[in-house]
């Protein structure tokens, strides 16, 4: 069971890029989803989460107001929207799966990870 994450790219301070998440293997469609991203130098941190229903989304205090959470349960997808992008959201950001309910921000609580895809803010 993979994620695949994807778009990530280079842009300058002040632009928008859009992130996919797609698993191989399995469904998600009954997991809570999330974004983390992890900097050089810097421990993973959580970024967005989603519940299973994509009913109940929250963010990071770094994300909330610029970075936007959603999921297509019909195409096993889940996005994380970036916006108004800072240099310091530089990193490598990775989507994760996990079967918990409720609000989930731990790495712990999340079985599924992605590869990865890096986000390069230019100022």
């Known amino acids: 069971v993979q994620l695949q994450a994807s778009g990530g790219g280079l842009v300058q301070a002040g632009g928008s890029l859009r992130l996919s998440c797609a698993p191989s293997g399995r469904t998600f469609g009954n997991y809570a989803m999330g974004w983390f991203r992890q900097a050089p130098g810097k421990e993973r941190e959580f970024v967005a989460g989603?519940?299973?229903?994509?009913?109940?989304?929250y963010y990071a205090n770094s994300a909330k107001g610029r970075f936007t959470i959603s999921r297509d349960n019909a195409k096993n997808t889940v996005y994380l929207q970036m916006k108004s992008l800072k240099p310091e959201d530089t990193a490598v950001y990775y989507c994760?799966?996990?079967?918990?309910?409720?609000?989930?921000?731990?790495?712990?609580?999340?079985?599924?990870w992605g590869q990865g895809t890096q986000v390069t803010v230019s100022s």
């Open positions: 989603i519940s299973w229903s994509g009913g109940f989304t």
């Open positions: 994760a799966a996990g079967s918990v309910a409720g609000m989930a921000t731990k790495i712990y609580e999340y079985e599924y």
